[in-house]
């Protein structure tokens, strides 16, 4: 009889757990939902990332400042915004937020570097994603974050319009050591504003979108030369919002 008992009071906390957890979950996503809102109607001072780095880089000078400046969409030169497309998802309007095909090849494809022992790893991110990350979320690697990288993508496309989408990405985006946003990337490396970015500046910015931190200090290698090439001949055949 007691041990009857015991195994309906195990039953009961056990069930009690779960319940709190799923109402804990639950209401973090509703909290990221109402964020979203927010978002959709308010410009954002900061993101996830930024808060990130900012912590970090003040480690080694406690008085270091980002370097951003936020951009209204029609403040953003055309050029930057199809280069950007362009090399970072050319599907984007087309797109309900997530590319699953691009997801899976990407997967594919660093399975096979792993099992090379080399360490580029490929990702299938669509800008909605990279979003979601950016202004919520943490540059960590886990299948965690992933997945909610993967609710917060559908919650955006449900809220926002393509050209917000695009608005806030390219303002809060990386750009090498300290540097967010268009605006303060056009001024770092080419001492102008976003709006008056060439068709070569933007892919260049472009293709410095993978790996800013490393482009800032190696603007002129091979690689990024050749890649700019290459998104100047694509960004006039994709589509922008």
């Known amino acids: 009889m007691a041990t009857r008992k015991q195994g309906r009071s195990w039953f009961r906390i056990t069930t009690g757990v779960v319940m709190a957890l799923v109402c804990a979950v639950l209401l973090y996503q509703f909290w990221l939902f ?28 406690p008085d270091f400042q980002l370097k951003y400046e936020w ?41 096979r570097q792993e099992e090379a022992g080399r ?9 909605t994603q990279q979003l979601a990350k950016n202004l919520f979320l943490s540059s960590s690697r886990s299948y965690i974050r992933k997945g909610q990288e993967l609710v917060l993508a559908y919650m955006i496309e449900h809220v926002m319009s393509k050209e917000r989408i695009l608005e806030l990405y390219l303002n809060v985006a990386e ?10 990337a056009a001024q770092h490396y080419f001492n102008t504003s976003a709006a008056n970015l060439s068709a070569s500046q933007s892919a260049r910015l472009a293709a410095m979108l ?8 190696r603007r002129n290698s091979n690689y990024l030369n050749s890649r700019v090439g290459v998104l100047t001949r694509r960004m006039q055949m994709v589509d922008i919002p």
């Open 119 to 127: 360490s580029k790893m490929r990702g299938g991110s669509t800008i």
């Open 34 to 61: 109402s964020q979203v809102v927010w978002y959709n109607y308010r410009d954002p001072g900061s993101s996830a990332i930024m808060r990130e780095e900012r912590s970090r880089l003040r480690e080694g000078n």
């Open 71 to 111: 951009a209204p969409y029609d403040k953003i030169s055309r050029n930057l915004k199809r280069a950007v497309v362009a090399s970072e998802d050319s599907k984007f309007t087309e797109h309900d937020g997530v590319e699953w095909d691009a997801i899976r090849k990407a997967w594919e494809y660093n399975q």
């Open 210 to 217: 993978p790996n800013p931190r490393f482009y800032d200090t």
């Open 175 to 184: 750009w090498g050591v300290g540097v967010f946003g268009a605006q303060a």
